[in-house]
């Protein structure tokens, strides 16, 4: 039998880990992390090897479906593309451009066939109803760069190789691997980093993280916003602002370090759960470490204060002076550059979502939006939907009125390999051929990494002639839609052809010849300053106080302080992929992991037995949990994984769907978001726990 090695990037997470493939007879049959992966050097997690359990899931769709009555029956992929683009322009044609309504979930940044051939296709079709799951995670990172420093992707990483004191705030990176910190292998260096000097983490739950960390600070769930306010004020009130190295190039420093020393922090311990001595040994830790640097992620992301707490962290970087500094948070500078010339630097309040005014973002709208828009009547209502790689009855605040909404719609069409709990909803279903088969490129993770690196990924395998990369859908898609509505369409080239071109266009003399050369992928070597002259603000310089989120910290300090009672968070486990991957059954053996994690003190209190069955109720509805006494959480903190909620009817996943575990964001409430960007408030959120009789 004929054996035969491959390699390539592992398209599942931020990590972008090396993989090394072993094919025996054309099937793949064993993967381990690429040994000679200069960046992740042979590093591989659980999600790594079930890419296997991938390729072989019965339950994983190789044709176009179509739905009919109840049922779904296969069929060409001319008919379906070309009935799907005649009948999106059909509803444009008959209500508006804007009947059309797109979601584009995570997936897609981990394929070049998304990355470069969804903006044509968006482009063309001219809907200002666009969401993706960028709305339930890192909108408030790209608000805050765009109103800092004038470009979405302008984002400083935390140099995490080099640092000697990390400030961790809402990322459990030993479970989800990292994420706006590529960093393969991470738990490695972080040990690292405990070993030669400090690593904080901030975060309700004594996470994995918390767990391999030097100190633990566990903070009230949304907190974070007065610790940080807190942190600045002790940092001040030891040493003067350090900004010498970025003399000319920073405005409204002192506005916003004003308005910031005006906030009265009294009442600290009561609205974080971390009181003043502590910040003040955390204040002078970091600013007695040679290089330090404060980072946050989804968990102070995801809550109501989600922008301010980005712009603060902004803040401590600079006024310690390791922004844009080796060894504190500084941008990465990729072959494929995402700014600079010819990359859109973001924007907000271009314009409104209907029903509710909320402003677009990056040119999109927040996606705890999308279920009102659907389902209120009215001109400008969406009509049609198309999905791209996301599950947001899943993934996104209030799941039920975001499935109701769907069952309501004319046409909705699905690029997705699964038939699943939101694909369900729709009439075609478009699934692209494997990862494996295709060219791909990391455009965003080679940006965000804590390395300058580059890898190309060839396609291993030839896609089976009845299938379409998921480049080959979108082109077509375009083409079947113009056609349609009578338009004009130059399709791109293909994927190698089009890499090449911008690999050209980057300018860093490494071209595909290069890269192909290389099948390990290339280092190029750490992270070096270069925000201050890569600065795209009008005037060039760091807007330290921008206005948007000066008034959103006006308002901070007319909030009272927050009633009692539980407020839910979610955790990640390395064995899961958001809502995704609880089909391969590498990733879901072993003990079960959906249980809702409470304190024993708020066990007892509610009467409900460790073990027990109960119910969780938010403003949104209730769904029944299995609850886990823990101590990891402390009293009115309960923990729940995200991602699961498999058993609706319809949904063709038969590992996944005998899996308990209810939908974390049936529970979600859309009308919980962050403020300045709009981004949903997934945690932190009001519930209460009842006994089931
Ligand atoms: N409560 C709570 N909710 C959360 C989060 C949380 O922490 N807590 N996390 C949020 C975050 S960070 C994110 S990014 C979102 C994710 O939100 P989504 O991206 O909407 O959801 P996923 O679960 O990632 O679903 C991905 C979909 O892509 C499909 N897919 C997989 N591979 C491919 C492919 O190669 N091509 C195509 N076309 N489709 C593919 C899968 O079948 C699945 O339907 O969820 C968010 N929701
Ligand atoms: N195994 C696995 N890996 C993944 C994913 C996955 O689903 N599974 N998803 C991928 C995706 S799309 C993303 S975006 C990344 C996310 O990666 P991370 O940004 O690291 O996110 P999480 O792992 O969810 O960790 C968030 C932490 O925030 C904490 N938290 C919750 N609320 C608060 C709060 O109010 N304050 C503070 N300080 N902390 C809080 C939670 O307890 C949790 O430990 O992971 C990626 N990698
Ligand atoms: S850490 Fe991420 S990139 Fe690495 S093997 Fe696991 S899923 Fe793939
Ligand atoms: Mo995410």
Same mark, same amino acid.
């Given at each position: 039998m004929s054996e035969q090695t491959r390699f390539r990037a592992c398209p599942l997470c931020e990590a972008i880990c090396g993989l090394e493939l072993r094919y025996v007879a054309g099937e793949l049959s064993a993967i381990r992390g690429d040994a000679n992966d200069p960046f992740s050097r042979g590093h591989i997690c659980p999600k790594g090897n079930a890419l296997i359990d991938l390729e072989r899931d019965p339950d994983r769709l190789r044709r176009p479906l179509r739905r009919r009555g109840g049922d779904w029956e296969e069929v060409s992929w001319e008919d379906a593309i070309a009935e799907a683009g005649e009948r999106l322009a059909a509803v444009q044609r008959a209500h508006g451009e804007d009947a059309l309504g797109v979601y584009l979930g995570n997936p897609n940044v981990h394929h070049f066939g998304s990355i470069a051939y969804l903006p044509p296709l968006l482009r063309a079709l001219r809907t200002r109803n666009r969401f993706s799951a960028s709305s339930v995670d890192q909108w408030p990172h790209q608000l805050v760069n765009l109103v800092m420093y004038g470009h979405q992707w302008l984002l400083p990483i935390p140099d995490i190789d080099r640092t000697n004191y990390c400030l961790m705030l809402g990322a459990n990176p030993v479970a989800s691997n990292g994420s706006l910190m590529t960093a393969p292998g991470i738990e490695k260096r972080l040990?690292?980093? &405990?070993?030669? +000097? #400090? $690593?904080?983490?901030? @975060?309700?739950?004594?996470?994995?993280? =918390? *767990?391999?960390?030097?100190?633990? !600070?566990?903070?009230?769930?949304?907190?974070?916003?007065?610790?940080?306010?807190?942190?600045?004020?002790?940092?001040?009130?030891?040493?003067?602002?350090?900004?010498? &190295?970025?003399? +000319? #190039? $920073?405005?409204?420093? @002192?506005?916003?370090?004003?308005?910031? =020393? *005006?906030?009265?922090?009294?009442? !600290?311990?009561?609205?974080?759960?971390?009181?003043?001595?502590?910040?003040?040994?955390?204040?002078?830790?970091?600013?007695?470490?040679?290089?330090?640097?404060?980072?946050?992620?989804? +968990?102070?992301?995801?809550?109501?204060?989600?922008?301010l707490c980005q712009w603060l962290i902004q803040l401590i970087n600079l006024v310690s002076g390791n922004l844009d500094r080796v060894g504190g948070a500084l941008p990465n500078q990729p072959i494929v550059p995402v700014t600079g010339p010819g990359t859109s630097p973001g924007s907000r309040g271009r314009w409104h979502s209907r029903v509710r005014g909320l402003p677009e973002l990056c040119g999109e709208l927040p996606v705890a939006a999308l279920a009102e828009e659907i389902a209120t009547p009215g001109p400008g209502q969406i009509r049609a939907l198309l999905t791209s790689a996301g599950n947001p009855v899943l993934s996104t605040p209030n799941g039920r009125a975001l499935e109701a909404a769907l069952a309501g719609l004319d046409f909705m069409v699905s690029i997705d390999p699964y038939l699943n709990e939101t694909t369900r909803h729709a009439q075609l279903i478009l699934p692209p051929a494997s990862a494996l088969t295709q060219y791909h490129y990391d455009v965003y993770f080679n940006a965000f990494a804590v390395r300058r690196v580059a890898r190309l990924s060839l396609p291993l395998a030839e896609r089976a002639a009845e299938q379409r990369g998921d480049w080959e859908i979108l082109s077509g898609l375009g083409a079947a839609h113009a056609a349609a509505a009578g338009k004009p369409w130059t399709p791109l080239p293909p994927p190698r052809e089009l890499l090449a071109h911008w690999l050209n266009a980057g300018g860093s003399g490494i071209d595909i010849a290069a890269l192909e050369a290389a099948p390990h992928g290339i280092d190029l070597g750490p992270l070096e300053p270069s925000l201050l002259r890569r600065l795209q603000t009008e005037d060039r310089c760091i807007q330290c106080a921008p206005p948007l989120l000066l008034?959103?910290?006006?308002?901070?300090?007319?909030?009272?302080?927050?009633?009692?009672?539980?407020?839910?968070?979610?955790?990640?486990?390395?064995?899961?992929?958001?809502?995704?991957?609880?089909?391969?059954?590498?990733?879901?053996?072993?003990?079960?992991?959906?249980?809702?994690?409470?304190h024993p003190a708020d066990l007892a209190a509610t009467g409900i037995a460790d073990g027990a069955r109960a119910q969780l109720r938010s403003v949104s509805g209730a769904i029944a949990v299995d609850v886990m006494a823990s101590e990891d959480v402390g009293p009115g903190t309960v923990c729940l994984p995200h991602g699961f909620g498999h058993g609706r009817e319809g949904v063709r996943l038969s590992r996944a769907a005998e899996l308990e575990g209810a939908s974390y964001n049936d529970l979600g409430d859309p009308l919980a978001l962050d403020g300045p960007s709009g981004n949903a408030a997934l945690n932190g959120l009001r519930v209460s726990l009842e006994r089931l009789a």
């Amino acid at each position: 039998m004929s054996e035969q090695t491959r390699f390539r990037a592992c398209p599942l997470c931020e990590a972008i880990c090396g993989l090394e493939l072993r094919y025996v007879a054309g099937e793949l049959s064993a993967i381990r992390g690429d040994a000679n992966d200069p960046f992740s050097r042979g590093h591989i997690c659980p999600k790594g090897n079930a890419l296997i359990d991938l390729e072989r899931d019965p339950d994983r769709l190789r044709r176009p479906l179509r739905r009919r009555g109840g049922d779904w029956e296969e069929v060409s992929w001319e008919d379906a593309i070309a009935e799907a683009g005649e009948r999106l322009a059909a509803v444009q044609r008959a209500h508006g451009e804007d009947a059309l309504g797109v979601y584009l979930g995570n997936p897609n940044v981990h394929h070049f066939g998304s990355i470069a051939y969804l903006p044509p296709l968006l482009r063309a079709l001219r809907t200002r109803n666009r969401f993706s799951a960028s709305s339930v995670d890192q909108w408030p990172h790209q608000l805050v760069n765009l109103v800092m420093y004038g470009h979405q992707w302008l984002l400083p990483i935390p140099d995490i190789d080099r640092t000697n004191y990390c400030l961790m705030l809402g990322a459990n990176p030993v479970a989800s691997n990292g994420s706006l910190m590529t960093a393969p292998g991470i738990e490695k260096r972080l040990k690292a980093l &405990a070993a030669r +000097g #400090r $690593l904080v983490v901030v @975060d309700p739950r004594r996470s994995e993280t =918390a *767990a391999i960390a030097s100190e633990h !600070l566990a903070i009230r769930p949304g907190g974070d916003v007065w610790f940080l306010l807190a942190l600045l004020h002790a940092m001040l009130a030891i040493s003067p602002p350090r900004v010498d &190295a970025y003399a +000319g #190039r $920073l405005a409204g420093l @002192d506005a916003a370090l004003q308005a910031i =020393a *005006a906030v009265d922090l009294a009442d !600290l311990q009561a609205r974080c759960g971390i009181g003043p001595d502590t910040v003040q040994r955390i204040a002078r830790a970091f600013l007695a470490a040679p290089r330090a640097v404060a980072y946050g992620r989804m +968990g102070v992301s995801t809550q109501r204060h989600g922008s301010l707490c980005q712009w603060l962290i902004q803040l401590i970087n600079l006024v310690s002076g390791n922004l844009d500094r080796v060894g504190g948070a500084l941008p990465n500078q990729p072959i494929v550059p995402v700014t600079g010339p010819g990359t859109s630097p973001g924007s907000r309040g271009r314009w409104h979502s209907r029903v509710r005014g909320l402003p677009e973002l990056c040119g999109e709208l927040p996606v705890a939006a999308l279920a009102e828009e659907i389902a209120t009547p009215g001109p400008g209502q969406i009509r049609a939907l198309l999905t791209s790689a996301g599950n947001p009855v899943l993934s996104t605040p209030n799941g039920r009125a975001l499935e109701a909404a769907l069952a309501g719609l004319d046409f909705m069409v699905s690029i997705d390999p699964y038939l699943n709990e939101t694909t369900r909803h729709a009439q075609l279903i478009l699934p692209p051929a494997s990862a494996l088969t295709q060219y791909h490129y990391d455009v965003y993770f080679n940006a965000f990494a804590v390395r300058r690196v580059a890898r190309l990924s060839l396609p291993l395998a030839e896609r089976a002639a009845e299938q379409r990369g998921d480049w080959e859908i979108l082109s077509g898609l375009g083409a079947a839609h113009a056609a349609a509505a009578g338009k004009p369409w130059t399709p791109l080239p293909p994927p190698r052809e089009l890499l090449a071109h911008w690999l050209n266009a980057g300018g860093s003399g490494i071209d595909i010849a290069a890269l192909e050369a290389a099948p390990h992928g290339i280092d190029l070597g750490p992270l070096e300053p270069s925000l201050l002259r890569r600065l795209q603000t009008e005037d060039r310089c760091i807007q330290c106080a921008p206005p948007l989120l000066l008034e959103a910290l006006a308002a901070l300090r007319a909030e009272p302080v927050e009633p009692g009672g539980l407020r839910l968070i979610g955790r990640r486990h390395v064995r899961s992929n958001n809502s995704w991957m609880h089909n391969a059954p590498r990733l879901v053996k072993g003990k079960p992991r959906h249980h809702l994690l409470v304190h024993p003190a708020d066990l007892a209190a509610t009467g409900i037995a460790d073990g027990a069955r109960a119910q969780l109720r938010s403003v949104s509805g209730a769904i029944a949990v299995d609850v886990m006494a823990s101590e990891d959480v402390g009293p009115g903190t309960v923990c729940l994984p995200h991602g699961f909620g498999h058993g609706r009817e319809g949904v063709r996943l038969s590992r996944a769907a005998e899996l308990e575990g209810a939908s974390y964001n049936d529970l979600g409430d859309p009308l919980a978001l962050d403020g300045p960007s709009g981004n949903a408030a997934l945690n932190g959120l009001r519930v209460s726990l009842e006994r089931l009789a």
